[in-house]
C-alpha cells in the first residue's frame, strides 16, 4: 500500500483479529500477492466457519474482507493506471445529489472532484434475503453520483457463494423475519433449539444444512447485465460503467469459471477493465 493510504488506515479504528489466518493476514499481504483469489480464500473459509463464530469475530471479518476487497481492487487499478494517485480505500464520506453516502474504494481529484466511486455488496451468509437489497443499492448508488458528477466513473461488485447456509443463526432469523412481514402461516422444518449463544452445527463439506443459490445469481445477473455499460456521461445516470459479480465456490475457495459468462462484461477481469477504460477516456492527460 502507499504511505497515503497507511496513513488513512492508521486514523481509523482498528479491527480486531477474527481468529482466521486468511483473512487476518489480508491486510499484511504485499501488493503483488493481493489478488482476488486470495481474497476468495478469505471469503470461503469466513462461510466455512461462519457458524462457530461468534458475533464480535463475525463482525470483524466482514469489515476485514470488505477491506481486502477493496485493496484487491485498488492494486488491479493501479497497475493497468498509475496515474491513480489519489485513491482512497475503505469508507469516504461523499455527498450525492440525493444524500451523502459512503464509497469503498474512491478518488478525489484537485480540479476534477469525485472521479471514480466504487460500492462493495458481499453477500457471504443469508444471500436469498440480502441479494436484491445489495442491487437495489448499487443502482441508487449509481444515480445519486451521477446525478451529481456526470463524468465520474462509478464501479459496483456483489460477491456472492454458490451455495448458502441454512442451519446458521442468521439462516433461522431470516426466515422468521420473512414469515413475520408476510403474515403468512408458512410450514416449515422444525428448528433445533438454540440456547443465546448456541448456533447449530453441519459439517459445511456435506449437502445438508445448506441451499444452492446459483439461481439467485443467475436472476441478479440478469438484472445486472443491463444496469451495467456506461459509456459516456450523457448515459443514463443509472447505469454504472463498470459492475463485477464475484461467484465462489466456499468448498474449493476457488472463483466459478463459468458464471457469469465470459463477455458479459460482469466477471471480475471484464469488470476492472471496463472501470480503465472509463477513466482513461475521461481523465487521461494527453
Not at 206 to 232: D, P, Q, Y
Request: aromatic share 4%.
Amino acid at each position: 500500500m502507499t504511505a497515503k493510504s497507511n496513513s488513512l488506515a492508521g486514523k481509523r479504528k482498528l479491527v480486531a483479529p477474527t481468529g482466521i489466518d486468511t483473512i487476518d493476514s489480508l491486510a499484511r499481504l504485499p501488493d503483488a500477492e493481493c489478488s482476488i483469489e486470495m481474497y476468495i480464500r478469505a471469503a470461503s473459509e469466513y462461510v466455512r466457519r461462519s457458524g462457530d463464530l461468534e458475533a464480535g469475530p463475525k463482525k470483524a471479518g466482514q469489515i476485514r474482507l470488505s477491506n481486502g476487497l477493496g485493496r484487491v481492487l485498488a492494486v488491479a487499478l493501479k497497475v493497468k493506471l498509475p496515474q491513480l494517485k489519489n485513491v482512497v480505500i475503505g469508507e469516504r464520506k461523499v455527498s450525492g445529489a440525493l444524500r451523502t453516502v459512503n464509497a469503498d474504494v474512491s478518488e478525489i481529484h484537485p480540479t476534477d472532484g469525485l472521479r471514480m466511486a466504487v460500492e462493495l455488496k458481499p453477500v457471504n451468509l443469508a444471500v436469498g434475503r440480502a441479494i436484491w437489497n445489495r442491487f437495489g443499492d448499487i443502482r441508487t448508488f449509481a444515480v445519486n453520483l451521477h446525478l451529481k458528477f456526470p463524468f465520474c466513473i462509478v464501479g459496483g461488485v456483489l460477491v456472492i457463494p454458490t451455495y448458502e447456509r441454512s442451519d446458521t443463526r442468521e439462516a433461522i432469523e431470516a426466515l422468521k423475519d420473512e414469515i413475520t412481514e408476510s403474515g403468512d402461516e408458512v410450514e416449515k422444518p422444525d428448528e433445533p433449539a438454540l440456547s443465546p449463544t448456541a448456533v447449530p452445527h453441519t459439517d459445511p463439506r456435506s449437502n445438508s444444512g445448506r441451499k444452492s443459490t446459483i439461481h439467485l445469481i443467475e436472476r441478479a445477473i440478469a438484472r445486472l447485465v443491463r444496469a451495467g455499460g456506461r459509456k459516456t456521461e450523457g448515459d443514463a445516470p443509472h447505469l454504472l460503467e463498470g459492475i463485477a459479480v464475484v461467484v465462489y465456490d466456499p468448498d474449493t475457495g476457488m472463483m466459478n469459471r463459468e458464471i457469469p459468462a465470459s463477455g458479459s462484461g460482469l466477471r471480475w477481469e471484464e469488470f476492472v477493465d471496463s472501470l480503465v477504460a472509463a477513466y482513461r477516456g475521461r481523465f487521461e492527460e494527453l
